[in-house]
């Protein structure tokens, strides 16, 4: 199970990689829009399928320097270093 309500991941959905929840669309193209300058509100109209908290629960991860790797080892590993709280998210220690 995902610690991430907002990230899932399954080997039958884009090869296993991390998407929100319930679409196809890989946290990696939200990534990638936010580095090239795309704001999130730019984003979500591209992208209606997926809802604000979702994008700002990534969001928070990409400003808490997490990479698309550590997201992956967190959505398909049994152990994680990521917790979610209210909504928020805090890095623990290992």
């Given amino acids: 199970m995902s ?31 936010l580095r090239i300058g795309v704001s999130v509100n730019e984003f979500l109209d591209e992208f209606p399928s997926i809802t604000r908290d979702q994008a700002l629960e990534v969001y928070d991860l990409m400003n808490s320097q997490y990479t698309l790797d550590q997201i992956a080892s967190a959505v398909n590993g049994p152990q994680n270093t990521i917790q979610a709280n209210a909504g928020r998210l805090f890095a623990v220690a290992a």
């Fill in 3 to 33: 610690p991430f309500s907002s990230i899932s991941a399954h080997p039958e959905i884009q090869d296993g990689a991390p998407v929100f929840s319930g679409t196809r669309i890989r946290v990696e193209t939200f990534y990638d829009f």
